[in-house]
């Protein structure tokens, strides 16, 4: 089961992926082209239903995350709403890290990735953006606030689908303080080995060690990411030998300051 659920997950994220892709942009990257012939498939049932490309794909996620809450029912004794809500739970813990992913790639300096990169991220974005500049303002702080809103989003949604379809008794304002708390553990763990930045850094450092292509699209982005982050280090950090000891310093701050990081948080939750 855990097998199927991961890979319900990474279909879940290519079709995310299809969702901040414009056709045109199709014939520019071969690895576009490559992830819109792995979801084509996955779209033919909610081609049927509609035409706009904005609902086949919320349609083809909403029938995998009912899927999947059916194959969770099979295998306890929970009724079905309980399994599609733990199903949506999960749906919607990916998308948060994946938000909070983004929303650090757009703080970073940006000017390794190319221009599609640059306009997919702002697309995923852009929604929430517009919202902040509703709420917010004027917009100085603007990034800060959506960090927040991001998080704000993840525990409302956590907590009311825990609330409506898992009803265990718990009360609302308990889970809400309970998922603020985990949205801030999950932070944490994107740079706490291993996260998703730890795995950047080591990345980096491993392809440093084999010179490869410099325009491979996949070696820019991992530069792009890897580089703004140690950046602060290396400024403190001399080479010793011809070494570069920044990568190794920042996997060891991140996972000290990450995991009483989330030491703190589960204190705090504790009392």
């Not at 490309?53 to 899927?67: N, P, T, V």
């Not at 080995?193 to 325009?215: E, K, Q, T």
């Given at each position: 089961?855990?097998?199927?659920?991961?890979?319900i997950?990474?279909i879940?994220?290519?079709?995310?992926?299809?969702?901040?892709?414009?056709?045109?942009?199709?014939?520019?990257?071969?690895?576009?082209?490559?992830?819109?012939?792995?979801?084509?498939?996955?779209?033919?049932?909610?081609?049927m239903?509609?035409?706009?490309?904005?609902?086949?794909?919320?349609?083809?996620i909403?029938?995998f995350i009912?899927?999947?809450?059916?194959?969770?029912?099979?295998?306890t004794?929970?009724?079905?709403?309980?399994?599609?809500?733990?199903?949506?739970?999960?749906?919607?813990?990916?998308?948060?890290?994946?938000?909070?992913?983004?929303?650090?790639?757009?703080?970073?300096?940006?000017?390794?990735?190319?221009?599609?990169v640059?306009?997919?991220?702002?697309?995923?974005?852009?929604?929430?953006?517009?919202?902040?500049s509703?709420?917010?303002?004027?917009?100085?702080?603007?990034?800060?606030?959506?960090?927040?809103?991001?998080?704000?989003?993840?525990?409302?949604?956590?907590?009311?689908?825990?609330?409506?379809?898992?009803?265990?008794?718990?009360?609302?304002?308990?889970?809400?303080?309970?998922?603020?708390?985990?949205?801030?553990?999950?932070?944490?763990?994107?740079?706490?080995?291993?996260?998703?930045?730890?795995?950047?850094?080591v990345?980096?450092?491993?392809?440093?060690?084999?010179?490869?292509?410099?325009?491979?699209?996949?070696?820019?982005?991992?530069?792009?990411?890897?580089?703004?982050?140690?950046?602060?280090?290396?400024?403190?950090?001399?080479?010793?030998?011809?070494?570069?000891?920044?990568p190794?310093?920042?996997?060891?701050?991140?996972?000290?300051l990450?995991?009483?990081?989330?030491?703190?948080?589960?204190?705090?939750?504790?009392?």
């Amino acid at each position: 089961m855990p097998i199927v659920s991961s890979l319900i997950e990474i279909i879940i994220i290519l079709l995310l992926l299809r969702a901040v892709i414009r056709e045109e942009e199709v014939f520019l990257s071969p690895i576009h082209r490559l992830l819109f012939r792995l979801t084509d498939p996955l779209m033919k049932p909610s081609r049927m239903i509609s035409r706009k490309k904005s609902q086949q794909i919320l349609l083809a996620i909403s029938g995998f995350i009912l899927l999947r809450g059916v194959m969770y029912m099979a295998v306890t004794s929970a009724g079905f709403w309980p399994c599609v809500g733990i199903s949506l739970l999960e749906l919607i813990e990916l998308l948060f890290q994946c938000y909070v992913i983004v929303w650090f790639i757009y703080v970073l300096p940006q000017t390794g990735f190319t221009s599609t990169v640059s306009s997919m991220i702002g697309r995923a974005l852009r929604p929430l953006e517009r919202l902040v500049s509703k709420l917010w303002r004027p917009a100085s702080y603007s990034r800060f606030i959506l960090i927040l809103l991001i998080v704000g989003l993840y525990v409302v949604l956590s907590s009311t689908t825990r609330y409506v379809l898992i009803s265990d008794g718990t009360d609302y304002t308990r889970l809400t303080v309970q998922f603020l708390g985990q949205g801030v553990i999950r932070i944490f763990a994107l740079f706490i080995f291993p996260g998703f930045f730890s795995v950047i850094i080591v990345l980096g450092a491993v392809l440093s060690w084999f010179s490869p292509d410099p325009y491979n699209p996949l070696v820019q982005a991992v530069y792009a990411l890897s580089e703004p982050i140690l950046s602060p280090f290396r400024k403190v950090i001399p080479h010793l030998g011809g070494v570069d000891f920044s990568p190794l310093v920042a996997l060891l701050c991140f996972q000290v300051l990450g995991t009483l990081g989330q030491q703190m948080v589960l204190s705090l939750m504790g009392r």
